[in-house]
């Protein structure tokens, strides 16, 4: 502790000690003096007492010390035994935890002066932090602490350094302030350090005002500073970003031979850099050599979050290399600032090389900014990278939690690699890691893509026998998965469950549910769905808008198709190609083309970008409507404005002129792929070979099979299957079995389709004991269905053999297999055709028992045959029953 500097007035000489006790409000000279009579008699009774051997318990029990010690008589005693400090200690305890006595607030100064004269610190500190539990106000405190401190004479003021670091460590900062200030207007002053601690306290609830005040309030009393002081002060211009006096602060601490350290100047680079002056900050760094002085860690640090935060990783990246080369381990705060600004600003192989050259000095990121790094490596397909950041984990004193494994466990879904996921999951188990429902909704999600649902609903199954409860991600995977694969009532199913449990569907939920009921061709649903999704506050996307006018234009309501396109825009969402692709799809697939492409027109007028897929729409209904010329003319179009022709659009135009049989421009768009560097695919391929062969050109349905092969072009399936059938068409069996054995060969797993094409060239040919065998060799197979029988039933009705086709008919319902109107109604007109009425009449009732509906031609048999025979009654019977089904009769029939 110091005094002020001697141009302050000098303390005041010590009086004697004012008692706390108040006097009587009318008191004689008489009774004054007998009243001091009797203090002086009782203090000094207690001092023979606390100096004695006997008992304090005992000798309290006396009733007239009990019934007359006050506070006073215990504030003179304590003053009698100052000698002996440790005594009065124990005395004073005693009354406290013994004798529930309320010891006044000048004894407990009194006795904290005195045990702070004989250097009892720690004692004296326990004692004003139960004096400062009693009197919040420090004002009052105060008053006693400095009127004892004069009055009793005391020498060392150190006591006043330990009541301002109770109030510090107390977090009354502002209250240790005002002990400060109130010691200074006495002429005290508290030692460097302890103003040191006030200092920083006040800087940490930023009344940076009050530290600057009281600094220049020193200097000017010519009080000197140390390197704490200045620190601080350096701290308070940086936080209030007064550079400028920050700077001319440490120069003028240089000029005045004042300690500097590198901490002095550390805190201007870190406050340079907070205030983005980065240019000033490393300036500053490279001065410090010309001062003696090394930049440290914490002036790295500084300088590369500061760079951080301008997002100037590289610059930071390079700083990190430049520390660890001298010597300097970076923090983990700014491993991880580099490391996932790098990975934010899309440089996610840098963030992972700057992993990997940190290792050797066992500097790593934080587990948030690590986990995120994998995910991004997983996210840009940095697979193996973020494989081994998860196996080293462990090496770096990292543990991976739950995050981790879900961010490995979705990036193997979403590469399609389930099975790998799902043993992840397993090992996380294993780890004692409980799940959360974030991995579980990756399996289901990627379960529902790859269509095995089996496996996605007893993971759902899974995760609530787990605890966890699904959420609306949980519930839309399954829903889309099953949506998907046509499954409407299961997806109907997870919806009203879902909603009953009180989760709520979102866009995604509803947009999955409507695609599902538009592929099921149920618009009326779907419509009803996508009103409710709006009646519940869920908005439509374009997404959403897409499915519905595709629905509609699938189904041919084009109208409803446009209001849906005209109300999508209203509410402010931006059609795209998949939009305009599907109504133009809609209006050719209607016989539009003209309308379609006076759309197209329009859009292009609009400035709406259209691509390859609207303009290959346009193409085939040009293509379908035979007007192969309008075809080419939109091709050029698409050129004009930079629109690449693709596959599709070549194979498109290709299969339009073999249609018109038109060899020249076939050549012609061939050659032009070619040119293009585009090679026909299977699709393309396995077009013009069925084309050919359905025009009965079967030199040049093989000849572009030869080539496909040669060009390595693989048949496929349908490929085959068309080659195949070509052959049997023209009664080329050998070498159509051929093929199969090769297709066999090539692991190309035979079809209902492919077997089809042998019966039907066997039955065409008649022989139907080979047919019959190749049927039931299908039946092993689970490959024979309602056309191989029907194949089997024209065979047999061919040959006259109606008893055998009738027990062909009867069968597929023993094998499962439901017949169709035709497997009935090519026996009845059989049975037509040679008279037997009868018979035929029983199986047309027999079809309609079972729910089938006949199409025209089937009551076009019958009614013909019911004519022949002159059975006019049931003929118009039959026509009466066919125009209540919907269907037309020809002007024949109408004429009954």
């Not at 207690?46 to 007239?64: C, H, P, Y």
């Not at 429902?437 to 199954?461: D, H, R």
């Not at 329009?602 to 259209?610: A, D, E, G, S, V």
Request: glycine letters at 6%; hydrophobic letters at 40%.
């Amino acid at each position: 502790m110091r005094k002020f500097h001697r141009s302050f007035r000098p303390l005041p000489h010590p009086n004697p000690i004012i008692s706390t006790t108040a006097s009587p409000s009318y008191p004689t000279h008489h009774e004054n003096h007998h009243h001091l009579d009797d203090d002086e008699n009782l203090v000094s009774t207690l001092a023979d007492i606390v100096r004695g051997n006997q008992s304090w318990s005992s000798s309290f029990n006396n009733t007239f010390i009990s019934n007359n010690m006050k506070t006073h008589h215990v504030e003179k005693l304590l003053l009698r035994i100052l000698d002996d400090p440790r005594l009065a200690l124990r005395f004073f305890n005693f009354l406290g935890l013994h004798r529930n006595f309320d010891h006044s607030t000048t004894s407990f100064c009194i006795l904290i002066h005195a045990l702070v004269q004989s250097n009892l610190l720690w004692p004296a500190s326990s004692l004003i932090q139960t004096l400062l539990l009693r009197t919040s106000d420090p004002r009052i405190v105060f008053a006693h602490y400095y009127h004892t401190y004069v009055n009793c004479n005391f020498s060392r003021s150190i006591g006043f350094d330990l009541l301002i670091n109770a109030y510090v460590q107390g977090r009354r900062v502002l209250d240790s302030f005002l002990v400060v200030n109130l010691m200074k207007e006495r002429n005290l002053m508290p030692e460097i350090r302890t103003v040191s601690d006030v200092f920083n306290g006040l800087i940490r609830i930023r009344r940076f005002d009050l530290v600057l005040k009281f600094f220049d309030e020193m200097r000017e009393i010519g009080i000197r500073g140390n390197a704490y002081i200045h620190t601080a002060v350096i701290r308070c211009l940086c936080e209030l970003k007064d550079f400028d006096r920050a700077k001319e602060m440490i120069q003028w601490l240089e000029c005045n031979g004042c300690e500097l350290n590198i901490i002095v100047y550390n805190v201007l680079i870190h406050g340079l850099c907070k205030g983005q002056r980065m240019e000033d900050a490393m300036e500053r760094k490279k001065m410090l050599g010309l001062k003696g002085l090394k930049a440290d860690v914490v002036t790295y640090c500084s300088l590369i979050m500061g760079f951080c935060k301008l997002k100037q990783f590289k610059t930071g990246r390079i700083l990190v290399s430049e520390m660890v080369e001298m010597g300097f381990i970076p923090s983990e705060a700014v491993v991880s600032g580099v490391v996932d600004g790098l990975r934010r600003n899309g440089d996610v192989i840098s963030a992972y090389n700057l992993i990997k050259d940190l290792e050797h000095v066992g500097a790593v990121p934080n587990l948030f900014v690590y986990n995120a790094l994998i995910n991004s490596l997983c996210t840009e397909g940095n697979v193996e990278e973020a494989d081994l950041l998860f196996r080293n984990m462990g090496a770096k004193g990292l543990t991976p939690n739950d995050i981790t494994y879900s961010i490995i466990i979705d990036s193997f879904c979403k590469r399609g690699q389930l099975e790998d996921a799902h043993v992840f999951l397993g090992k996380m188990k294993n780890a004692g890691i409980k799940a959360s429902v974030y991995p579980y909704n990756s399996l289901i999600s990627g379960y529902c893509k790859s269509g095995k649902l089996t496996t996605a609903e007893s993971l759902f199954e899974d995760m609530i026998c787990e605890g966890l409860s699904p959420t609306v991600v949980t519930y839309t995977s399954l829903i889309d998965g099953y949506s998907k694969h046509r499954d409407v009532p299961k997806a109907l199913r997870l919806y009203h469950e879902m909603t009953g449990k009180r989760i709520f569907p979102n866009t995604y939920t509803f947009t999955s549910l409507i695609s599902g009921l538009c592929l099921a061709n149920m618009m009326t649903e779907a419509s009803g769905l996508f009103y409710e999704m709006v009646e519940k506050n869920v908005m439509p996307n374009e997404i959403t808008y897409n499915v519905m006018i595709e629905g509609h234009c699938r189904e041919g309501n084009i109208v409803k198709a446009f209001e849906l396109l005209d109300d999508m825009v209203e509410k402010g969402l931006k059609p795209d190609t998949y939009t305009f692709r599907s109504l133009i799809s809609g209006l050719c697939s209607t016989d539009r083309v003209s309308e379609a492409k006076e759309f197209v027109n329009k859009l292009n007028q609009q400035h709406h970008k259209l691509n390859e897929m609207c303009y290959s729409a346009l193409l085939q209904g040009y293509c379908q409507e035979g007007r192969l010329d309008d075809a080419i003319n939109a091709c050029y179009e698409m050129v004009e404005k930079g629109i690449d022709m693709d596959l599709v659009c070549f194979s498109i135009l290709i299969n339009g002129s073999v249609k018109q049989g038109d060899a020249t421009r076939l050549i012609y768009f061939l050659k032009e792929m070619h040119d293009q560097g585009m090679k026909p695919d299977t699709v393309l391929y396995t077009s013009l070979i069925d084309a050919f062969g359905k025009a009965g050109d079967l030199e040049k349905a093989m000849g572009y099979w030869d080539i496909m092969v040669g060009e390595g072009c693989n048949p496929n399936v349908v490929t085959y299957t068309v080659i195949i059938n070509c052959l049997c068409k023209v009664g080329l069996m050998d070498k159509a079995e051929i093929l199969c054995k090769e297709m066999l060969d090539d692991g190309i797993i035979v079809n209902h389709v492919t077997y089809g094409c042998f019966l039907d060239c066997l039955t065409n040919e008649g022989h139907m004991q080979k047919a019959v065998h190749l049927h039931n060799v299908m039946l092993e197979g689970s490959l024979a269905n309602t056309i191989t029988y029907n194949i089997l039933i024209r065979g047999f009705c061919k040959l006259g053999r109606f008893q055998e086709a009738t027990k062909a008919l009867f069968e597929m319902h023993n094998n499962g297999i439901l017949p169709d109107h035709i497997s009935y109604s090519t026996i009845i007109y059989e049975y037509c055709r040679i008279g037997e009425l009868q018979e035929a009449i029983k199986l047309w009732d027999s079809m309609i028992a079972r729910g089938l509906k006949p199409d025209i031609v089937a009551y076009n048999f019958i009614i013909h045959g019911c004519c022949v025979a002159g059975e006019l009654t049931k003929a118009i019977e039959l026509r009466d029953d066919m125009i209540k089904r919907g269907l037309k009769p020809n002007q024949t029939l109408q004429l009954l």
